[in-house]
């Protein structure tokens, strides 16, 4: 009897840990197999946004609201204003405190080092902190998320007037952004530089990246701007969204599930054709330009202020295809995405096209400096007609 309690104990235990071996893999396939809606879920605030309670809002007058606010020095020197990207999931609110400690921190030491220093070759960069949109808030399209972001786009807009007070009112400038960064850049072009004269000829270039850019915006609430079509061209809009052509959610992500600024409400993507100007060739084709072609790449996490990283070239191809960035997947380790859940949706701790765009940005600058400059010299245009009468010629005696 003992033995046959014993086999029977053993057998037991033998089942238990089958099953429990079983379960455990069904819910790691069930967690793989939803774990977008796992992410989502674990993100979402949960309170709706017209009864949350946003944070403090930043003091663009103090230096604590600044992420980056250098000292203007050459008067003919270009100013660039950039919106980081989000670092921020979700969770406990719609838009981050800008003292976040974590969200801070990403943007300090890895977001600025490898997608706002290429700009310093135009110039001083100026970067607020933002109460920014979780990154649930671009997971999801209802209303309180499309809050989220325009609750986000006010700060930039006042930071932005700050900035523009700070430089003056002669000094040429470029406005850039990546990922939400770039939503936000596109409100201002809308919003401020497309209605105000002065702007417009003092805008060097706007740099979207990573956020869908519809071409049709450009007939009508960026009419008065253009798509740079050549390297050194001055006052028009570079913007790309890259993606890998295996990534098909990444893809619908970009051109179906994100949303645009809109008459009286953000607006969906869906159908719209998207601007790609291509960081390898500086121009809207869809030519393949070969991985020779990628001047460099930068993985710069954590360096400090002022440390010139070593870009690693030739990483990726790139490609215009409907509207977006086509690239391969990069030759080294350390410009891979991680296989993370909801890393697709973040702005990676890299950048494929660093050298790229600091190049183009030192070649695109001073070419449109100097012409800003020396335009500013002429002549106001004379806009009131002056008539003048006939005036009979008295003969002078001799």
């Known amino acids: 009897m003992q033995r046959v309690l014993t086999y029977a104990r053993q057998r037991w235990r033998r089942l238990s840990a089958a099953g429990a071996?079983?379960?455990?893999?069904?819910?790691?396939?069930?967690?793989?197999?939803?774990?977008?809606?796992?992410?989502?879920?674990?993100?979402?605030?949960?309170?709706?946004?017209?009864?949350?309670?946003?944070?403090?809002?930043?003091?663009?007058?103090?230096?604590?609201?600044?992420?980056?606010?250098?000292?203007?020095?050459?008067?003919?020197?270009a100013?660039?204003?950039?919106?980081?990207?989000?670092?921020?999931?979700?969770?406990?609110?719609?838009n981050a405190p800008i003292e976040k400690p974590l969200s801070r921190n990403q943007v300090e030491r890895v977001m600025l080092p490898n997608h706002a220093a290429p700009y310093e070759a135009a110039g001083p960069v100026f970067a607020p902190r933002y109460r920014q949109a979780a990154l649930y808030a671009f997971l999801t399209n209802r209303e309180d998320a499309q809050r989220a972001r325009q609750f986000a786009y006010q700060d930039v807009a006042r930071a932005f007037d700050m900035f523009l007070m700070r430089i003056g009112d002669d000094r040429p400038f470029i406005v850039a952004g990546t990922g939400q960064g770039g939503l936000h850049a596109i409100g201002l072009l809308r919003d401020r530089v497309t209605k105000d004269e002065d702007l417009r000829a003092r805008l060097i270039a706007a740099y979207v990246i990573d956020y869908p850019l519809p071409e049709d915006l450009f007939q009508t609430d960026l009419a008065t701007l253009s798509p740079c079509l050549e390297e050194t061209d001055f006052r028009c809009v570079v913007a790309?969204?890259?993606?890998?052509?295996?990534?098909?959610?990444?893809?619908?992500?970009?051109?179906?599930?994100l949303m645009i600024w809109g008459a009286e409400a953000m607006t969906p993507l869906t159908g719209r054709r998207l601007l790609c100007?291509?960081?390898?060739?500086?121009?809207?084709s869809e030519d393949f330009a070969p991985a020779r072609l990628n001047r460099g790449a930068v993985a710069a996490e954590g360096l400090e202020p002022g440390v010139t990283p070593s870009?690693?070239?030739?990483?990726?191809?790139?490609?215009?295809?409907?509207?977006?960035?086509?690239?391969?997947?990069?030759?080294?380790?350390?410009?891979?995405?991680?296989?993370?859940?909801?890393?697709?949706?973040?702005?990676?701790?890299?950048?494929?096209?660093?050298?790229?765009?600091?190049?183009?940005?030192?070649?695109?600058?001073?070419?449109?400096?100097?012409?800003?400059?020396?335009?500013?010299?002429?002549?106001?245009?004379?806009?009131?007609t002056v008539i003048i009468d006939e005036s009979p010629v008295n003969r002078i005696p001799d």
Do not use: K
């Open 21 to 77: 071996l079983l379960v455990a893999a069904m819910l790691t396939l069930l967690l793989v197999l939803y774990r977008e809606h796992v992410f989502e879920a674990l993100n979402d605030p949960g309170t709706p946004f017209q009864i949350w309670e946003p944070p403090p809002a930043p003091d663009y007058a103090t230096a604590d609201a600044w992420a980056l606010l250098p000292r203007l020095t050459e008067a003919d020197e």
């Open 79 to 94: 100013a660039v204003f950039f919106i980081h990207p989000t670092t921020y999931s979700g969770g406990g609110n719609w």
């Open 240 to 257: 790309f969204s890259a993606a890998q052509a295996e990534d098909r959610r990444r893809i619908a992500y970009l051109t179906e599930d």
């Open 277 to 284: 100007v291509n960081p390898l060739l500086w121009n809207t």
């Open 311 to 384: 870009p690693a070239p030739g990483q990726t191809s790139a490609q215009c295809q409907n509207g977006l960035l086509l690239v391969e997947r990069a030759e080294s380790a350390r410009f891979r995405s991680r296989p993370a859940i909801g890393e697709r949706y973040r702005t990676p701790p890299y950048n494929l096209f660093y050298e790229d765009i600091r190049a183009n940005l030192a070649a695109r600058s001073a070419i449109a400096v100097a012409r800003i400059i020396d335009e500013a010299r002429y002549a106001a245009p004379i806009t009131r």
